[in-house]
């Protein structure tokens, strides 16, 4: 059984559209978090959520939207995307803030 | 602002041999340090996590030390294989609240 699972793998898509990234775990884990990996392979936190509610927000701009439904989902959708937004994101959890993160697979996002 | 560093960026070695990856970071303000692993096109796979009280932690072949006050970490993997090689990931946990993340030493063993 994966335990943090991200869908899609891949997204190739033009500069304005938008586009969902969905994540789940099955590890009964309070705190999610989304990050970029850019193509110097940097890894950046872009928000983490607690029981549902949004901790963390690292100046990300406002067309990254997160929404968490429950515990075990945590959607990232991106508003207008840009050339910069091209890059691997990642999902994570943890058992809650501060344990040991559990990252997904990543999803491959190239704007074109 | 934390920042992590981790040096060398890309590490090359023979294989059984023991070796020393090191990070270090300027704000000792941390809650945790967490040692992963991401293979090529992978997510990444978390090997060691330090509480900010501890020394160190071992897990098989591999040792992570921490010193905080000079905010330093060590990740030892002794009698390195093959399948050792990837790159190792360092991350500061700030306030219990989110990982700032070194950029990775890119780690090959040499059959």
């Known amino acids: 059984d994966t335990a943090v699972s991200q869908t899609p793998k891949y997204l190739v898509t033009q500069m304005g559209n938008d586009k969902s990234i969905k994540c789940e775990q099955n590890?009964?884990?309070?705190?999610m978090y989304w990050y970029k990996q850019d193509s110097k392979k940097f890894l950046k936190i872009m928000f983490s959520?607690?029981?549902?509610?949004?901790?963390i927000n690292e100046t990300v701009p406002n067309r990254f939207s997160p929404k968490s439904p429950d515990k075990a989902h945590l959607n990232l959708h991106i508003n207008s995307l840009e050339l910069g937004d091209s890059a691997v994101y990642f999902c994570?959890?943890?058992?809650?803030?501060?344990?040991?993160?559990?990252f997904g697979p990543g999803t491959r996002l190239l704007v074109l | 602002k934390q920042e992590v560093t981790q040096i060398p960026a890309a590490l090359s070695v023979p294989e059984g041999e023991n070796l020393v990856l090191n990070c270090s970071f300027t704000?000792?303000?941390?809650?945790?340090l967490q040692w992963f692993r991401q293979d090529p096109g992978k997510g990444l796979t978390s090997l060691l996590l330090?509480?900010?009280?501890?020394r160190e932690q071992t897990s098989g072949r591999l040792n992570a030390s921490l010193d905080k006050s000079s905010g330093r970490s060590t990740l030892y993997i002794a009698a390195s294989q093959p399948g050792d090689s990837a790159t190792y990931l360092c991350?500061?946990?700030?306030?219990?609240?989110?990982?700032?993340f070194g950029q990775g030493t890119r780690l090959t063993i040499n059959p």
């Open positions: 994570a959890s943890s058992q809650d803030l501060g344990r040991t993160q559990y």
């Open positions: 590890l009964g884990h309070d705190t």
């Open positions: 959520y607690n029981n549902k509610e949004l901790i």
């Open positions: 704000d000792s303000a941390i809650y945790n």
């Open positions: 330090i509480q900010s009280s501890q």
């Open positions: 991350a500061v946990n700030q306030g219990a609240q989110k990982l700032v």
